[in-house]
């Protein structure tokens, strides 16, 4: 009896290990995608306005084109990865993902970067799901959490410090914005390629925990996972219109470009923090209701984070306003974000289908909110005012439908 417990128990304690390893390995694949996307897809509106000379408008039709081929992508890489496989899937797609980021070192022209832009949005939107559901099947749901928020720390902080650097980049290196991400693919396929094989979506129950006997607890995961993904997309809405229209804002041309990132990635460190905390604890997992508040915080995080910066003033109290807001903002998105991921997760066991629909609905509110704004733009041109009027009536259209979503359920229960 002692021999069998001895020979059990080393290779039990080896799968988890292993299991760890593997995890780690895909972390590092998510940090260098991460760091890769964020400067071509978040913060490369401070390149387009400061070597094109591109002003709000344009900025926000391409973060709307690049929205409108994200849900393609997203919607597209559940089949993909059904009929290739996850793994061999990713190994492609970083192939070629690097390749495009490759062509703005060779021709950084406003046509060849604006063409180069949209097809990596396309591509890098079929890895998020894979990714995500790599790194989250067969997992228990406690476990989840921590696994899913050790997930958003990495890709959230290291997205924090592309956006800070990036400026810098810009000013001093501006190959360097398609040169870094370009290795950044490189060394996430050798990563890849190096991490064994895991188990395969749906294979596993969550843990012990038998959901169907939990009937209140799954009703909650149920109505957290509506409201967060009625949420979501508004978080989009905010983060890539608030990213087209920053190096506009009157308050933020006053500023080198350098410092203009620096400033403009607050709201990032709040969410990283956020995740942090989120990560670390449960009780947010049974109070679904506090999507609707983080919802109205972030409303009102990104009024004051671009309504300051819209007026001349004294510029110190101005960035004071928007870094305050911004982390009003951060805690905010990260909250909405955690959850959609989580719950969609858990309640799927990690599929890639599930991963695609939460990122899907990124790509949606990237697409609604920069067009809303950029239409309010051509409506009354030079108007930052009516652009951000335009994309706050989108945020509050989400919250009331977020709203009249937990009070339907509030009557069903």
Not at 11 to 26: K, Q
Not at 169 to 182: D, L, Q
Not at 286 to 301: E, K, S, Y
């Amino acid at each position: 009896m002692v021999t069998l417990q001895q020979n059990y128990t080393p290779a039990v304690e080896f799968s988890d290990n292993a299991a760890r390893r593997r995890r780690g390995m895909l972390y590092a694949v998510e940090a260098v995608t991460g760091l890769a996307s964020t400067m071509l897809i978040i913060s490369i509106f401070f390149y387009t306005e400061r070597k094109f000379g591109w002003g709000m408008r344009q900025n926000l039709v391409l973060a709307a084109v690049q929205g409108l081929v994200y849900v393609v992508g997203s919607l597209a890489a559940s089949s993909i990865s059904q009929r290739f496989g996850r793994r061999r899937s990713l190994l492609v797609l970083f192939v070629l993902i690097g390749a495009i980021a490759a062509v703005g070192i060779f021709r950084p022209t406003p046509r060849a970067v604006t063409s180069l832009l949209i097809a990596y949005t396309l591509v890098i939107s079929l890895t998020w799901p894979m990714i995500e559901s790599l790194v989250s099947a067969g997992i228990g749901a406690r476990e989840l959490s921590r696994v899913l928020g050790v997930y958003n720390l990495v890709w959230a902080g290291i997205g924090a410090c592309a956006v800070a650097i990036n400026g810098t980049i810009i000013e001093h290196w501006p190959r360097g914005v398609f040169i870094i991400p370009s290795v950044a693919h490189a060394v996430g396929l050798i990563l890849l390629w190096l991490t064994p094989p895991g188990p395969a979506p749906g294979g596993a129950v969550n843990g012990n925990e038998d959901l169907r006997a939990e009937d209140a607890l799954l009703e909650q995961r149920r109505l957290a996972l509506w409201l967060s993904r009625i949420a979501l997309p508004a978080t989009y809405i905010v983060i890539f219109s608030l990213s087209a229209m920053l190096p506009s804002l009157a308050a933020v041309k006053r500023l080198p470009t350098s410092y203009a990132t620096l400033i403009g990635s607050a709201w990032l460190v709040a969410r990283w923090f956020t995740f942090w905390f989120l990560g670390a604890t449960h009780w947010w997992h049974t109070r679904p209701r506090l999507l609707l508040w983080a919802a109205m915080l972030m409303l009102l995080g990104f009024i004051g984070t671009v309504g300051p910066a819209t007026r001349e003033g004294p510029l110190a109290t101005i960035l004071a306003v928007m870094i305050g807001s911004q982390i009003v903002l951060g805690m905010a998105l990260g909250l909405i974000y955690s959850a959609s991921l989580y719950f969609g997760m858990v309640l799927s066991d990690g599929s890639t289908e599930h991963g695609g629909y939460h990122e899907a609905l990124i790509g949606l509110g990237q697409a609604v909110g920069p067009l809303a704004g950029a239409i309010a733009q051509w409506i009354w041109p030079g108007s930052a005012v009516a652009g951000i009027v335009a994309v706050s009536g989108l945020v509050g259209l989400a919250i009331a439908g977020a709203g009249v979503a937990a009070k339907r359920a509030r009557r069903a229960g």
